[in-house]
């Protein structure tokens, strides 16, 4: 085992010059994420060109008994690629593998290298007249396989599927540094275990993906969108029944807003209005899409509205004329995240429940989060439809922010706790990374992380891959962290 | 550690005497597949009401050193849910297993016991106007259970995934007898490894799924059906592309053909016949679908077959004009695994290639086929929108059953030398189960195999779950087989 000083060295073997970092200046932007929200230290970036060159740089990591923490475009929400502070780590930036090895349009595929970002993924399908449809907020500057390692979701899961769903194949380097060649673009292929769930979703703990085959869709030629005012939660979910029975599966996105969210961007996003007179207590923004052009779905739209309005389901309506409507309905949605900002700090829950239980789970939690603070400003909004909500919390207007961060935790386990009593998730499409590793132990079932804690033992039982991500500390000991 | 001669009665103990057959000759639908193809022997047959006997049976299997196998509706083809003839192992049936245990629309999930049948899931959801979208020939008899261990495929993959992507959360006993409950109903989920992806497709040899929640979609409302004379492989290949462009995702079926497929079927099956009044070398079954009760799908499927005629990619077709002449034209294709019987030893292989190679594939294999046995009568056909063919081969007109079944794992190696040429799955959605186990060795990964058997290990460390299924013997020796 050589000694952690002369790692760089090693790891010029591997990378050559062009793919090494080591001065401190150069590295920051690989060791703070985008929101600062974390930050760390590392003995270096390594920026591997090719998939052997990952692998010799993981061979060459787990030689000198030093811990690899990969990372795509660093846009994560859970601190999943960040170092710790020990200096330590070798960070593994994908930046340099960005290219598409391929796209059959025939096959519906594209085959692209982990270090592509997602809007590249996006543009080479349409160039094909393809359809590649995860969509979400940072698709400019997140990779595929960042992507690949949060099983990303977004707006497009409701008709689409996560990203796990969108994936036939995988490359990984696993710990012990040999490359698994699963890029098998099939639609059917039952030989044996499919060891390319496992990665998906794993944040880097159980290897690194170095690329993929995805699967392409037709691509959209139409769509139509509404912007309904709704009085309750219950009459959102109800609205979805309605929608599906008269548009089937031509909804493509159900995105709700509490009358607090539409506040703040009202607020605080230029040149934004409220699309409607009156003031009500919810909104949904509702997308129809089809693969033909000339596909109706304006008449469609209007129709499952009317039935809304006679069924006392939405209380009023907009339906978009044209694209720049489009674009403001949606920049009320979009600009919910950074409106929040504006008004002290942010406290994100990012949580799902089926469907059915949305109206009862949002009752019960909101009730808790006032109890606990009261006149809290509760922010929800999200991906309805999947039963995912955004439930994010600002403090009570005018009280002070370091007050309200004092009872993050406190609040966090009040929208867990619900979520939890509902059967749901506690963290829907960002991971666990490192701020929920911890606080998933009381959460999911003791079996369950011991089955989890098995394959980590099985695929990096040396504990250098991504360590102090994804599971929890045992006996409060950061056992896997160097 | 019991004796084996103990187990019976250890076995009573768990699931009582309802539970319990051990008379050879109650044992028999258990020990002998539908198609009569594969058989064995068992020390007792034991069909658990619960969940917890499943649990007990499996504990006290485990403690005896005895092996289980479990089994659904015992429709595989490849052997999967039978016990070897040593007479020692148990048979697991699930089929006392058998409820609904809750349906939501409004969630858009069923959850079922292992044991449910298929079509009760896809009936269940039709009474709640909702589409349990899997679909294949076994369907009255096959079992969820199964259909989950084997990741089943079928004709609805095209449009809605295999059985894998149509689970959301799964309830599994583990080889060491305890539960894992992981029933979430939940579209976004991302809190630590996915484990459920693991245990299906496995075919049983991680731990016997009890349960499952499945994902239902709207029910779909009106169809469109053309039976089209192709030249080749490839102009079926070109009809998927004209279809997607010009009906996007409203295409559901996409079947391929042989004329020899269809010729057996003419041949064999009664009340069918030739739709069309030349003969053709290949023939699709082409079926759009959508959620709206009047959709105008005749006028779309016409309009892609006008532009295929054009593009000289369709040589002839008939739209079905009403439901009389839809079951007539699926009557042809679901005839021709049967009408192949009467014509000597079905020799059997469930490949993929990506839809791309088609073309060149077939070609390939035909002629190495031809070559390898003059005068074979080749019947491909299959669900070609997925890359996968069923390469069925019967034996040359006149010659000898004995002769054709000798050398028919040169057959084999032929259709799976040509399909591992092209990136392909000898695999595509029936699994390995016995028949495949040992010569997925000669086409898969060494190093995937390597970290199949450290899953195994893992899980089943003393190999006692369906032991001598899906993972190679190593160094012929049959090391898990009890």
Chains 1, 2 share one sequence.
């Not at 390692?149 to 490359?171: C, F, I, P």
Request: hydrophobic fraction near 40%.
């Amino acid at each position: 085992m050589s000694a952690v000083a002369d790692v760089p060295s090693l790891l010029r073997d591997a990378v050559g010059e062009a793919g090494l970092i080591t001065d401190p200046a150069d590295m920051g932007r690989y060791l703070t994420d985008w929101r600062n929200a974390y930050s760390g230290r590392a003995a270096a970036v390594v920026r591997p060109g090719t998939t052997e060159e990952v692998a010799a740089v993981v061979r060459t990591c787990r030689d000198a008994g030093v811990a690899v923490v990969p990372q795509g475009g660093n846009t994560g929400l859970c601190g999943g690629s960040m170092p710790d502070d020990s200096g330590r780590q070798v960070v593994l930036s994908l930046d340099r593998m960005r290219r598409v090895r391929g796209i059959d349009p025939v096959n519906q595929t594209v085959t692209v290298e982990a270090g592509v970002v997602l809007q590249a993924v996006q543009e080479a399908a349409a160039a094909e007249g393809c359809l590649f449809p995860l969509s979400l907020g940072s698709e400019g500057s997140c990779t595929v396989g960042g992507n690949l390692a949060t099983n990303a979701g977004g707006t497009g899961v409701l008709r689409y599927g996560n990203m796990r769903d969108l994936t036939l194949g995988l490359e990984v380097v696993l710990p012990d540094g040999r490359i698994w060649n699963g890029l098998r673009g099939l639609r059917k292929d039952n030989t044996g275990y499919d060891l390319k769930h496992l990665f998906i979703g794993a944040e880097g703990t159980l290897g690194v993906i170095t690329a993929a085959v995805l699967k392409l869709f037709p691509a959209v030629r139409s769509r139509a969108t509404a912007w309904v005012a709704l009085p309750s939660p219950q009459a959102a979910v109800d609205l979805i029944g309605i929608v599906r029975a008269l548009c089937g599966d031509r909804l493509t996105g159900f995105e709700i807003m509490s009358r607090q969210s539409v506040d703040f961007v009202l607020a605080h996003r230029a040149g934004v209005r409220d699309p409607l007179d009156a003031v009500h207590p919810w909104y949904v923004l509702v997308e129809l899409g089809d693969t033909l052009p000339d596909a109706g779905l304006g008449g469609l739209l209007e129709a499952a509205l009317e039935e809304a309005f006679e069924r006392d389901v939405a209380a009023d309506a907009v339906v978009a004329s044209g694209s720049a409507q489009v674009a403001e309905l949606w920049g009320l949605r979009e600009g919910i995240s950074e409106a929040q900002n504006f008004e002290g700090p942010s406290l994100k829950h990012d949580v799902t429940v089926p469907v059915s239980s949305i109206p009862a789970f949002v009752e019960q939690t909101d009730r808790a989060l006032q109890k606990a603070v009261p006149g809290i400003r509760i922010v929800t909004y999200g991906h309805i439809g999947d039963g995912n909500l955004h439930y994010n919390l600002s403090k009570p207007a005018g009280s002070d922010d370091d007050d309200f961060r004092a009872v993050a935790e406190e609040l966090a386990r009040v929208v867990y706790d619900s979520t939890s009593s509902f059967d749901g998730s506690i963290s829907a499409e960002h991971g666990l990374g490192q701020s929920k590793r911890d606080v998933i132990a009381d959460y999911k079932d003791a079996y369950e992380l011991e089955l989890m804690r098995g394959l980590k033992q099985l695929f990096d039982p040396d504990g250098l891959m991504n360590p102090g991500k994804v599971l929890p500390r045992e006996d409060g000991v950061a056992r896997a962290e160097r």
